[in-house]
Each structure stands twice: as C-alpha cells, then as structure tokens.
C-alpha cells in the first residue's frame, strides 16, 4: 500500500487524482446505501467496487461442500464455545465493499460484538469461499487482496470441482496472503485461527466422510 502511495505522490497530478477518487468513492457510497436499501432476504448479491453483483443459484457441488463444512465448523466452535459461524447470508462489510461470503467464523472477542438485531458484520477472523465460474476471478482477486487488507486472518479458498482447498494466513511482513497449504481429499486441513479444528479435506466433499468426521467433532 505504501508503495502505491509513493508512486502517486511523485505525479505533480497528485491533488487532482485524489480529488476524483474521493469524489468516485463518495459517490460509491451513495450507491452503497442504495444496494442496502434495495437487498432483501432473499437474493444473495453483493456490492464490489461500486457494483451490485447479483449471484446465481449455485450448483450442487457448490452447495454441498458450503453445507458439509459449515456444519462441521459450526458444530466445534458452538460446542466449545470458540465464538460463531455463519453462512451465506452474513453480509460482511469492509470499508468499501460489502460480501456474502460462504462460511465465516468469527473469535470470541469479535463474536461479543455481534448482536442479534445485527444486519452488517465486522471482518471475520476465517472466511471460506467455495469457487464457482461466476465468483473464482472475484474470489482469488478482489476478496483475495480485501480480506487481507482488512484483516482476515485465515482465507480458505475451497474447489469443489477438483476437490481441494487453498489455505492463506496473511504475512506479518507485506500484510498479504500466502499459501501455507494445498490440500487434496487424501489430506487433513488444521486451522489456525480456530484452535484445533482439523477435519479430513474429504468430509467437504464426501457425505459418508462428513458424517464421520461430525462423530469425531462431538
């Protein structure tokens, strides 16, 4: 980010081009206001960039590896009281843009402040996206560099086509994401950010592993 800024700062434009981008971001938000006005419950969209993405039903592939993980996470971190999970419908808002991303998990202290009234929430602590062919440009670049930025301290980018998962933590050196891991269904996956939580990559894509690894969890 630092460098951006000095790379901007050595244009005699400089003032100008602040200008119209406090300008775009302040009309971004005019349009932001609208998109929260205008969501209801039952469409998942998001505001990226001061767009509205509109997402399309989703296939089963798709929905199933989103159940399957989201119950095993939410069923360890409730029953140990860790903070909570949610999934799908959790709009996420960050400074500029505005997700809905797979599956979340927030830590206790960050959980402490969510309340039950609550329509908008902080930056997890984990965030899961399962690709698509719609949403992996936006997974891997716009999320990618935003869940960094903001914090996300664990980023799981799960295929549910090819059946393996990326995990990110972020660099205390560049504030980016690295890969810490790529793990196939022959592999477990072991998080970080939520003490413990290891599951074998297959129970997000295998029923039959799904059920055994819950019975383990419990």
Known sequence: ???????????????????????????????????????????????????????????????????????????????????????????????????????????TAKAATIQPDQLYYPAPDLVVEVLSKSTEKTDREVKFEDYAAHGVAEYWIVDPTRQHIEQYRIDPDTTAYELVSKCTVKDQIRSFSVAQFTIPVRAVFDKAANLDALKNLL
């Open 1 to 107: 980010m630092s460098e951006l800024l000095y790379q901007l700062l050595d244009t005699p434009r400089a003032p100008l081009i602040i200008q119209q981008a406090v300008a775009i971001l302040n009309n971004e938000l005019q349009k932001r206001q609208a998109f929260y006005e205008w969501l209801d419950d039952e469409m998942k969209a998001e505001f990226i960039n001061g767009e509205v993405v509109v997402h399309s039903p989703a296939l089963d592939r798709h929905t199933e590896a989103v159940m399957h993980l989201s119950l095993l996470l939410n069923v360890y971190v409730t029953s140990r009281g860790l903070g909570i999970v949610r999934a799908e419908k959790a709009l996420v808002e960050l400074t500029r843009n505005s997700y809905e991303p797979d599956v979340c998990f927030w830590g």
